[in-house]
């Protein structure tokens, strides 16, 4: 592995350890994170797929007793260095969460606040931006007649697309998603997949999932984590079809879950 | 026979219980019936002598004066600019320990500030009405000597003091049951802490912080022994908090402990104040209610 590889790769982390207090949760975990592509991260529930997605945005700083040590390389950006700035970190890295957590304001002002936050103040822009992210979210046709309409009152479906919007809004390059759609119904569930899909062309997607079909569906690459421990990363084809881990062939054939 | 006598006994006592329970519950709407209907006579009667025009718009109050004049305004005047003041000092003060200990405090902080804050609230009213003659008077009149030494400024300013932790407390609650999952998806867009709490927490939590405030005009509003003491017993309509001046509820201590005779129109007077207090007080619960309709978000 080349240093012009690494360089080309939107996350590389190197000896990843993480945990709360006493409990230690990520070991020893290496992984490159290739641009404009979807990465799946599956595993059992508990070996830690959340807290390896939320060291990426330092979304556990925090939690209290949060530790972390190791690697964890942004492009050429350390993400535990000590002068990143974590809110201008945080933007770059964007992050979509298992339950839909839209702001109790307008649809217009969920997608606006990133932006105001980061000081834009030019309503034109804000409008213009607010359209954009809502279109790139596939959500515009169903609300552009009540923008002002709270965003609590829009489906399950709707409302995780409107946080979608409202991550793009600032512009980030890596979208970070925590199961995205375990809360949503197959109809919904299938146009999230399909979102997902369709912004890899611009963004590099990381997608915690329990579902393994959704996995095969829409990733490139996969991250099979057993325990705390990277068992297995490679292309989506190899890990689900070509793999030579014993663990990884039973996960995925549903031997254990 | 034995079992069945224990069965019967068990009912007879869950019925009394019961019933128990229930009169509990109806006597307090009993006494806010009963409490009500002699406010409501002694009102109409006192409204009989005394026009409902001269009462709400008379710019004078001299029930008990040989010249009697039976305008409240004075006294309206008084309750308002003590309130006012003690809103002024609670509300801001309130509401950043508030965002201070749901937002900002260590939990070992916390478990230390909060008691002490509320223990501001356990100290007795009285206790508070001459610390605002005794101290706080005489430390304001150091800065500004034109002060009279009952005034309204020094006790509305304790009476802001004492209701701080109220407002801080329920404020805090309101914060505290914002959802964890609207801070994190701020934090995920890149906010920090402070913009966080401006723009996500402060307004999912408006409807509580609102209930925090109108609850702490009411009490500001009925509060009495620290305006009795510090305030003076003079009803003067201004808004200048430097001269003395009287409030409704000092008004109704300063004739129930005097000397006027029971059924005399000087002595229905607090009642016919006392029901504008009454309703004063019912109108913030209203719009307290509204606001708070108004404003819910609903969380799942
Ligand atoms: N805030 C926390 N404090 C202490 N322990 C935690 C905390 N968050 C997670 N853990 C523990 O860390 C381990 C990994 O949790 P994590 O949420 O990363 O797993 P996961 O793979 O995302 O599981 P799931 O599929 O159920 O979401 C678990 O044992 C969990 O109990
Ligand atoms: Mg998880």
Redesign the interface.
Request: with cysteine.
């Given at each position: 592995m080349n240093d012009t590889h690494t360089m080309n790769m939107v996350f590389s982390i190197r000896g990843l350890q993480a945990g709360y207090g006493q409990k230690s949760v990520l070991h020893d975990v290496s992984i490159d994170i290739p641009p404009r592509s979807i990465t799946a991260i599956i595993g059992p529930s508990g070996c830690g797929k959340s807290t390896f997605l939320r060291c990426l945005?330092r979304?556990n700083d925090?939690t209290?007793d949060f530790y972390v040590r190791g690697k964890v390389m942004h492009r050429d950006e350390d993400v535990y260095g000590q002068s990143v700035d974590v809110?201008?970190?945080?933007?770059r890295i964007?992050?979509v969460?298992q339950?839909p957590?839209?702001?109790?304001?307008s649809i217009f002002d969920n997608v606006a606040?990133?932006l105001?936050?980061?000081g834009m103040r030019d309503q034109k822009k804000i409008t213009e931006k607010v359209h954009d992210s809502l279109v790139k979210a596939a959500l515009w046709d169903e609300v552009k007649d009540h923008l002002a309409m709270?965003a609590?009152r829009l489906s399950g479906g709707q409302q995780q697309r409107l946080?979608i919007a409202?991550?793009i809004a600032?512009a980030p390059e890596v979208i970070l998603f925590d199961e995205p759609c375990s809360a949503l119904d197959p109809v919904s569930t299938r146009n999230i997949e399909n979102l997902i899909v369709h912004l890899k062309k611009d963004y590099a997607l990381i997608v915690v999932t329990h579902n393994l079909q959704q996995a095969h569906r829409i990733a490139d690459y996969v991250g099979f984590f057993h325990m705390g421990r990277l068992v297995e990363f490679g292309a989506m084809k190899q890990v689900f079809e070509e793999s030579t881990h014993q663990l990884t062939r039973d996960y995925v054939q549903g031997v254990f879950g | 026979m034995l079992a069945k006598d224990a069965v019967y006994a068990r009912r007879v006592g869950e019925y009394a219980i019961e019933v128990l329970i229930k009169l509990a519950a109806f006597s307090s709407i009993v006494i806010t019936i009963g409490i009500i209907a002699v406010l409501m006579t002694e009102t109409i009667r006192f409204f009989q002598e005394v026009s409902v025009w001269e009462f709400l718009t008379g710019r004078e109050w001299t029930p008990l004066f040989s010249n009697k004049k039976f305008g409240v305004l004075p006294l309206f005047a008084g309750t308002a600019i003590t309130s006012g003041i003690a809103m002024i000092v609670a509300l801001p003060l309130g509401l950043m320990s508030a965002i201070y200990l749901s937002e900002y405090a260590r939990?070992r902080v916390r478990s230390i500030l909060k008691p002490i804050l509320e223990i501001l609230a356990a100290v007795p009213t009285v206790v508070y009405g001459y610390f605002a003659l005794q101290l706080v008077t005489p430390l304001l009149q150091r800065l500004i000597p034109s002060l009279s030494g009952f005034n309204a400024l020094s006790p509305g300013i304790v009476m802001g003091i004492m209701i701080l932790p109220i407002i801080s407390s329920l404020s805090e609650d309101a914060l505290r049951a914002v959802?964890h999952?609207?801070r994190?998806?701020?934090?995920?867009?890149?906010?920090?802490r402070w913009?966080m709490v401006f723009?996500?927490a402060v307004?999912?939590a408006f409807s509580g912080i609102t209930s925090a405030f109108l609850l702490g005009v009411s009490r500001a509003i009925g509060e009495t022994m620290i305006v009795a003491i510090a305030a003076g017993l003079q009803p003067r309509l201004t808004l200048n908090p430097l001269v003395p001046i009287e409030t409704v509820t000092s008004y109704i201590v300063q004739v129930s402990m005097g000397d006027t005779p029971t059924d005399s129109l000087e002595y229905r007077t607090i009642f016919a104040v006392g029901m504008t207090l009454f309703l004063g007080a019912f109108m913030f619960n209203v719009l307290g209610a509204w606001l708070q309709n108004r404003f819910r978000?609903?969380?799942e």
């Open positions: 945005n979304m925090l209290p809110t201008h970190l945080r933007r964007g992050m969460f339950k957590n839209p702001f109790p304001k606040y990133g105001r936050i980061h709270p609590l946080c409202r991550t600032v | 939990e959802p999952s609207l994190e998806g701020s934090y995920a867009l890149g906010a920090s913009q723009s996500v307004p999912a978000e609903i969380y």
